[in-house]
């Protein structure tokens, strides 16, 4: 019996039986979603996110994912996701959580003044201080799940040339982790109307890593010369943060053509 979800599936009626004391007025299927099917449900009560795997290793994250997150919950200054985690009548994995308001910064930063996009670069370097200062003691196990481990299954299930050596380096660097978020791109930026970083969304990839894995996450996409320069100044070791920045486009690569020839449905960015 599959242990994931597929368009096909009765995801309205699901949402419905879960949504049961709300009035559904709207859901949108979000189209960008590469690791689960997402789903944006607007109730009488507020809007809702939807995340249902799309194949068995993303119904094994997505627990990760929803124990991490809510371990995290009011450890930062920022606003992060507080999941509930559900299970259908076939005891398939699916999670919700109340939308965070905010405008991802990939659609902002280049419409932002010099001093907003420095101070944006503050915000974020501020997060991932914040997340690397967490406890891990007090974590619970599924948090702790490590990066390399992750992004080495996620290689070996979904890749069509594996990036043997990349892996190596990332289990050496991990030899005094800290929580990370583990895709910490652009898209998971949240800025409010005044573009201040106001939240931290998409935690799939969570767990612990070395912390420069997240700082390097953030730069692997096109971005601003001014975003990057203030990142980089807030870090020490830059030529590591450089080095793991060309791996994660790898990784990229890897998994974006993947998703071309297992989805085509799916809208993947040109990189």
Same mark, same amino acid.
């Given at each position: 019996?599959?242990?994931?979800?597929?368009?096909?599936?009765?995801?309205?009626?699901?949402?419905?039986?879960?949504?049961?004391?709300?009035?559904?007025?709207?859901?949108?299927?979000?189209?960008?979603?590469?690791?689960?099917?997402?789903?944006?449900?607007?109730?009488?009560?507020?809007?809702?996110?939807?995340?249902?795997?799309?194949?068995?290793?993303?119904?094994?994250?997505?627990?990760?994912?929803?124990?991490?997150?809510?371990?995290?919950?009011?450890?930062?200054?920022?606003?992060?996701?507080?999941?509930?985690?559900?299970?259908?009548?076939?005891?398939?994995?699916?999670?919700?959580?109340?939308?965070?308001? +905010?405008?991802?910064?990939? #659609?902002?930063?280049?419409? /932002? $003044?010099?001093? *907003?996009?420095?101070?944006?670069?503050?915000? =974020?370097?501020?997060?991932?201080?914040?997340?690397?200062?967490?406890?891990?003691?007090?974590?619970?196990?599924?948090?702790?799940?490590?990066?390399?481990?992750?992004?080495?299954?996620?290689?070996?299930?979904?890749?069509?040339?594996?990036?043997?050596?990349?892996?190596?380096?990332?289990?050496?660097?991990?030899?005094?982790?800290?929580?990370?978020?583990?895709?910490?791109?652009?898209?998971?930026?949240?800025?409010?109307?005044?573009?201040?970083?106001?939240?931290?969304?998409?935690?799939?990839?969570?767990?612990? +890593?070395?912390?420069?894995? #997240?700082?390097?996450?953030? /730069? $692997?996409?096109? *971005?601003?010369?001014?975003?990057?320069?203030? =990142?980089?100044?807030?870090?020490?070791?830059?030529?590591?943060?450089?080095?793991?920045?060309?791996?994660?486009?790898?990784?990229?690569?890897?998994?974006?053509?993947?998703?071309?020839?297992?989805?085509?449905?799916?809208?993947?960015?040109?990189?």
């Amino acid at each position: 019996m599959n242990r994931f979800f597929t368009p096909q599936d009765p995801l309205e009626a699901i949402i419905q039986q879960t949504l049961k004391d709300h009035k559904v007025t709207n859901t949108k299927h979000i189209i960008s979603g590469w690791t689960n099917i997402v789903i944006e449900v607007t109730t009488n009560k507020g809007t809702f996110f939807f995340r249902f795997p799309r194949n068995p290793f993303w119904s094994k994250m997505i627990v990760k994912d929803a124990k991490f997150c809510n371990y995290i919950e009011g450890k930062t200054s920022f606003y992060t996701p507080q999941m509930t985690l559900h299970y259908d009548e076939r005891q398939r994995p699916f999670s919700v959580h109340t939308k965070i308001e +905010g405008y991802a910064l990939t #659609d902002r930063i280049y419409h /932002l $003044s010099h001093t *907003t996009i420095t101070a944006t670069a503050y915000s =974020i370097a501020k997060f991932l201080k914040e997340l690397q200062a967490i406890d891990l003691n007090t974590a619970p196990t599924e948090a702790k799940y490590p990066l390399s481990k992750f992004l080495k299954e996620l290689d070996d299930r979904h890749y069509s040339t594996h990036l043997t050596e990349d892996h190596k380096y990332i289990k050496k660097s991990e030899s005094q982790p800290t929580l990370v978020h583990g895709d910490f791109n652009l898209g998971n930026v949240l800025l409010n109307d005044k573009d201040e970083v106001v939240g931290i969304i998409d935690f799939c990839f969570a767990g612990i +890593g070395h912390p420069h894995m #997240d700082t390097s996450r953030i /730069l $692997s996409r096109p *971005t601003h010369p001014v975003f990057e320069e203030t =990142i980089l100044s807030q870090f020490d070791d830059n030529q590591q943060i450089l080095k793991m920045r060309d791996i994660w486009r790898r990784i990229d690569a890897g998994y974006i053509a993947h998703m071309r020839r297992a989805h085509p449905e799916i809208i993947i960015p040109k990189t």
